[in-house]
């Protein structure tokens, strides 16, 4: 079989792997709260996150654009195909880890890092001022506008219904959660699916299948396919860390959190084509409504080892992918 041939395939099979891990290392950033507070059972909230994610990974592009242009340059050879295969690989170490230890770290970070850590490795061009401005400043404000809203947003709503009955109040809010689940699950898809859709591309270009300045639409359906199919395998292990861990949810704690977590995803997809992190959104968007309870609701400690992960997830894929790009080197004759 001709090399790069070969390559193109392993960087598209492993890359719809990662997409896969994707689903349900995230499935939990769409449903925890709303199966957490009964508003949906567990396989219905999987199945509606699934079909959501699905649709959003059709949305649009520009996330999929930054990624497959603006990370990193390959050389458009057999070695460019190595790097990013190398960085692919990161990527899906690490989300295997976080996930095993449960911990909701972000899989758009690990490929990001991934990718970084594997052209440097490889000394390719990584553009670092891209990542600098739509990764590292994003990865610092996005969770501090989702904290600071769900906080707003979550005043305004217990002012509002400061005199209402809590039963009654309570199952209108969990009809609602149905709704904004759904909007977090279309953010995903809109987010994370494209981030794979991104380096599909990169792969094809460097293999000289793709020559266009788009997306092509098998490799949007494969995306979506791959991560709704993830999706709906499940996340429980990570569903349990957000949905009960760092604080006890109420459906209406969980529909504000899930509705400003959509929001932040939204714009930064539409607005500035930024591959954020919907694990980070949703995480301290539940954060910043726990805290108008009482700071003690929320479990710091958890949120600590959260923040932690988060921290160590660009530097961690980047070393593995590194590690996996000097095996790869050796391994081919390039």
């Not at 932040?264 to 949703?282: G, K, R, W």
Request: hydrophobic share 55%.
């Amino acid at each position: 079989m001709d090399l790069t041939l070969f390559l193109v395939g392993a960087v598209v099979v492993i890359a719809l792997s990662f997409d896969f891990t994707n689903g349900f290392h995230d499935a939990a950033n769409a449903i925890a709260t709303s199966v957490t507070t009964r508003a949906l059972t567990p396989r219905r909230a999987l199945l509606m996150a699934a079909i959501m994610n699905f649709v959003g990974a059709l949305l649009g592009t520009g996330v999929a654009e930054t990624i497959g242009s603006g990370i990193i340059s390959p050389p458009q050879d057999n070695h460019g195909l190595v790097v990013v295969l190398a960085g692919l690989c990161g990527a899906v170490i690490w989300n295997l880890i976080t996930w095993w230890f449960s911990l909701p770290s972000s899989s758009s970070h690990a490929l990001i890092g991934g990718l970084a850590g594997a052209g440097v490795a490889a000394s390719t061009t990584v553009h670092w001022g891209v990542i600098g401005e739509k990764v590292v400043i994003p990865m610092f404000v996005s969770p501090m506008i989702g904290f600071v809203l769900a906080v707003i947003f979550m005043e305004i709503v217990l002012a509002i219904f400061h005199n209402a009955t809590y039963k009654r109040t309570m199952k209108n809010f969990r009809h609602a959660q149905t709704i904004s689940a759904a909007m977090v699950a279309l953010g995903h898809g809109l987010q994370d699916a494209q981030k794979t859709m991104g380096v599909i591309v990169l792969a094809l270009i460097a293999g000289g299948y793709w020559h266009g300045t788009g997306i092509p639409l098998w490799v949007k359906v494969a995306a979506a396919a791959a991560i709704s199919l993830g999706t709906y395998t499940g996340g429980y292990r990570i569903m349990k860390t957000l949905g009960q861990k760092i604080i006890e949810l109420d459906p209406a704690h969980g529909f504000v959190a899930e509705a400003v977590s959509a929001s932040v995803l939204y714009i930064a997809a539409f607005q500035f084509h930024a591959p954020i992190s919907t694990t980070h959104t949703i995480t301290s968007a539940i954060m910043g409504v726990g805290a108008t309870t009482r700071k003690s609701a929320v479990r710091w400690n958890v949120a600590g080892s959260i923040i932690k992960a988060w921290f160590l997830t660009l530097p961690c894929a980047a070393a593995f992918a590194m590690v996996v790009y000097i095996v790869l080197h050796a391994i081919f004759p390039i």
